[in-house]
T-cell receptor, first 111, second 109 residues
Framework: GAGVSQSPSNKVTEKGKDVELRCDPISGHTALYWYRQSLGQGLEFLIYFQGNSAPDKSGLPSDRFSAERTGGSVSTLTIQRTQQEDSAVYLC?????????FGQGTRLTVV | AQRVTQPEKLLSVFKGAPVELKCNYSYSGSPELFWYVQYSRQRLQLLLRHISRESIKGFTADLNKGETSFHLKKPFAQEEDSAMYYCAMGEAAGNKLTFGGGTRVLVKP
């Protein structure tokens, strides 16, 4: 593919439901990052993967958040029992050498 | 702990005026510093990196290790420079990439 692809682009969910966000990285990129972009909050680090392992999960806001990566490729970010404060744009990025390439993001709205 | 600070949330300047976006970092090692930009309805993308010592779209940034700063400058702002700018720091490829809170630049005609 031409770049990092995220799906869905938009997700509206009811409070309390679980959601799964997907990131398809650029082929061959070993490092993969998840960030959350909230209005007025900038870019908040959530987790990053080196291959399939996650050396740093320190940014996950609570135990309702989890992420996995399989085959060194696709990654999914799962939010359980969503809350209204989870509403944000979730960005995925992959990195090879030094430059990071971002997806278009998933806009999550919890109603 | 790694930290990147952008003290200004919003910078508003007139076209043709100079613009400087401040970025300070804290890290015990030798960091790699970057500036990323997000134009309206576009993806976040790399603007420049300190190791390249390049000028992109008229922007330059100098790493000052003594002041732990990596400020972004442009002598004559253009309307198309209006965007959200993020300073970022990484150890090396494949390691944690930390972003600042972002600065929104508005260039008025």
């Amino acid at each position: 593919g031409a770049g990092v692809s995220q799906s869905p682009s938009n997700k509206v969910t009811e409070k309390g439901k679980d959601v799964e966000l997907r990131c398809d990285p650029i082929s061959g990129h070993t490092a993969l990052y998840w960030y959350r972009q909230s209005l007025g909050q900038g870019l908040e680090f959530l987790i990053y993967f080196q291959g399939n392992s996650a050396p740093d999960k320190s940014g996950l806001p609570s135990d309702r958040f989890s992420a996995e990566r399989t085959g060194g490729s696709v990654s999914t970010l799962t939010i359980q029992r969503t809350q209204q404060e989870d509403s944000a744009v979730y960005l995925c990025a992959t990195r090879q050498n030094t430059e990071a390439f971002f997806g278009q993001g998933t806009r999550l709205t919890v109603v | 702990a790694q930290r990147v600070t952008q003290p200004e949330k919003l910078l508003s300047v007139f076209k043709g005026a100079p613009v400087e976006l401040k970025c300070n970092y804290s890290y015990s090692g030798s960091p790699e510093l970057f500036w990323y930009v997000q134009y309206s309805r576009q993806r976040l993308q790399l603007l420049l990196r300190h190791i390249s010592r390049e000028s992109i779209k008229g922007f330059t940034a100098d790493l000052n290790k003594g002041e732990t700063s990596f400020h972004l400058k442009k002598p004559f702002a253009q309307e198309e420079d209006s965007a959200m700018y993020y300073c970022a720091m990484g150890e090396a490829a494949g390691n944690k990439l930390t972003f600042g809170g972002g600065t929104r630049v508005l260039v008025k005609p």
